[in-house]
């Protein structure tokens, strides 16, 4: 694996966090390949998406254009350091992710987790040699619920993580301080602390 190739994969996932979080749908064209194959699987009722979905403009309408149109405020994290992101074969293989953000029609924050399953087609790399998705599969193993009418506990649990690439030890320092907060409004956050994929 080169340096090149693992940039490269880097780029295409830091292109589609901000293709999802920022409701950019035009950018998820850059990171996968007009073929490419979006699954799912849900171990949770909380949530629903089209198990899958075929081509670049079929996954910009579920992962972007649907999602933003429920959800805002979004911010999805690696549980990982971008600079130790392991590749195998062109494969990214159960990268874990945490997801906080908010629904506004029901006053409620989201957040929950799961793994991401990322096959890169180096075989047909386009004219500026960029390697692109050519098959995405997401795991959300929790996706919890929470009464938050003003976004208060939004701000908090977004607040003080470094985004995308969010290094496990730090996810848990910062839930586990907010979870032994006295009035326990967020002992909820000690189960996302350490999410168990």
């Given at each position: 694996m080169t340096d090149s190739l693992l940039a490269q994969y880097r780029h295409a996932l830091d292109t589609y966090i901000d293709?999802?979080?920022?409701t950019k749908p035009q950018r998820i064209h850059e990171a996968f390949a007009p073929d490419a194959v979006l699954t799912f699987s849900l171990a949770t009722q909380n949530i629903a998406f089209p198990a899958r979905s075929v081509g670049a403009a079929a996954i910009a309408q579920t992962l972007v254009s649907d999602f933003g149109?429920?959800?805002?405020?979004?911010?999805?994290?690696?549980?990982?350091?971008?600079?130790?992101l392991v590749a195998h074969d062109g494969v990214i293989d159960a990268l874990p992710w945490l997801v906080?953000?908010?629904?506004?029609?029901?006053?409620a924050l989201r957040i929950g987790h799961g793994t991401y399953r990322w096959v890169f087609d180096e075989a047909?790399?386009?004219a500026d040699h960029a390697t692109r998705v050519a098959q995405f599969h997401i795991h959300i193993a929790r996706m919890d619920v929470i009464d938050d009418p003003d976004g208060a506990k939004l701000e908090r649990l977004q607040s003080g993580l470094s985004y995308p690439w969010l290094a496990p030890a730090d996810l848990a320092a910062r839930y586990d301080a907010l979870a032994g907060e006295a009035a326990g409004e967020f002992a909820f956050a000690r189960e996302f602390a350490r999410p168990a994929l």
């Open positions: 293709a999802k979080d920022n149109a429920r959800y805002s405020r979004c911010r999805t994290y690696y549980l990982c350091e971008a600079a130790t906080v953000m908010r629904e506004p029609a029901a006053g047909r790399a386009d």
